[in-house]
């Protein structure tokens, strides 16, 4: 049972233009959601983070939304850079602090020069 | 430099040799976690600990046994390992009080069972 899900395995786009990574997951008990960026040949790095009681965050040229009706967040990625093409992993933290963190499959970003 | 350091980064083995794959953390994080990455399924928790003697079953925990004697180390052992434990593991660490900031993790450690 896959709580947590990126139905995109990859994404392509042009250097400068807006990249939309996508997620959805089907417990309401998480109250954090956090996205990480990965590439080969090393450990998944921390992007940016939102809790269930917002619907955007912001940290530079990334923001993430979060759609709880929908049960649905993504990460917006303006402008896109060629350095930013890795796996981009979505994770959600059960609420309780238990250190349980579930991540998504994973989409692979390609950003062309 | 604040770190998770996880060793051995490769490692071939034979099917039923005992192992253990070392993971250390300098940053006084209370929290720690062991994952593997398999093709098409992600990250997967195998297990992960709240503090010292405290662990808990992540979603794959079949195979696989843990300890936090030590609040900066955290080995992920495998007793009688079969082909289907073949993954990408990561050891990861966080503060206790900080889950929007969530794991940082390890370079990784490339297992093969033959």
């Known amino acids: 049972d896959q709580q947590v899900k990126q139905n995109s395995p990859s994404l392509s786009v042009q250097e400068g233009r807006i990249s939309i990574l996508n997620c959805d997951y089907t417990n309401s008990m998480f109250d954090y959601f956090l996205w990480y960026k990965k590439y080969p040949a090393e450990g998944p790095t921390f992007l940016i983070s939102?809790?269930?009681?917002?619907d955007k965050n912001e940290d530079g040229r990334f923001t993430v939304f979060l759609n709880k009706s929908a049960k649905h967040l993504s990460l917006h990625i303006v402008p896109s850079q060629p350095g930013d093409s890795a796996v981009y992993f979505c994770?959600?933290?059960?609420?309780?602090?238990?250190?349980?963190?579930?991540f998504g499959q994973g989409t692979t970003l390609q950003v062309k020069p | 430099e604040a770190q998770v350091t996880q060793n051995p980064r490769y490692l071939i083995t034979v099917t039923g040799k005992k192992l253990t794959v070392t993971c250390s953390q300098n940053m006084n994080h209370e929290y720690m976690s062991w994952y593997r990455q398999d093709p098409g399924l992600g990250l997967r928790q195998i297990y992960y600990?709240?503090?010292?003697?405290?662990?808990d079953k992540g979603d794959v925990p079949e195979g696989y046994k843990v300890s936090r004697k030590e609040k900066r180390n955290f080995p992920l052992i495998l007793e009688s390992p079969s082909p289907n434990q073949t993954s990408l593991y990561f050891c990861a660490s966080r503060l206790r009080d900080r889950v929007d900031y969530g794991y940082t993790f390890g370079s990784g450690t490339r297992l093969t069972v033959v």
């Open positions: 939102i809790s269930s009681i917002k």
């Open positions: 994770a959600a933290s059960l609420s309780g602090n238990t250190g349980k963190l579930i």
């Open positions: 600990s709240m503090n010292v003697e405290v662990t």
